[in-house]
């Protein structure tokens, strides 16, 4: 089954809880996403008081009510675990700096790694990682030049089973060429706030 992975945007968690549940609420009605990753980069630790707990406790709620499965990407790799245990997430995303933290992972909650090669996907898959994004697919502001189509059809079938394309994925053209890869699914931010 072709999946999809809703990269919240960092600006939803500046948003008041009311307007953070309403935006997430209708993501989650227009594009049924499988899966959704909550960011929040510019908070510190989960025992700082900074940290919204409402807001991840609210982003767990929808996200059952959904049906879909719900990742966090805090700050630091152990932020993301003490929060993922406290609020019940199904699972932790790790950036593309923080590979090493993998193994501390426990093997009840799933696993996303931010990769940008083959060489990574497969050094994070060894690690026990159980799914990663590869990006940028397509051309994206502010990132590296895009790997490619033919990149990701060059990949091995079990690779493919395991990753989802991310960067530059912002209208059904796109997903529709993703869809043609034979990929486990995508990732993005943009495509899920178009209406």
Known sequence: MFESYFIIPESFVDLSLKEFKECLTQ????????????????????????????????????CAAFKVVAYVNLKTPQDSLD????????????KSNALDFAPKIPKNLQSFYSAHSVEQVQKALD????????SPLFATPNKPPPLGLDYFK????????????????????????VKTLQIKGFASIRYFLNP
């Open 127 to 134: 690690l026990g990682i159980d799914f990663c994004t590869l």
């Open 83 to 94: 929060c993922a245990l406290k609020h019940g997430f199904h699972g932790v995303h790790l």
């Open 27 to 62: 993501v989650f009605k227009t594009h049924t996403p499988s899966r959704a990753c909550l960011r929040q980069t510019n908070l510190s630790s989960p025992t700082n008081p900074a940290i919204n707990f409402s807001l991840c406790a609210s982003f767990v709620h929808l």
């Open 154 to 177: 060059a990949l091995s079938s079990i690779l493919k089973a395991r990753i989802f394309a991310l960067g530059g994925i912002i209208s059904t053209n796109e997903v529709d060429l």
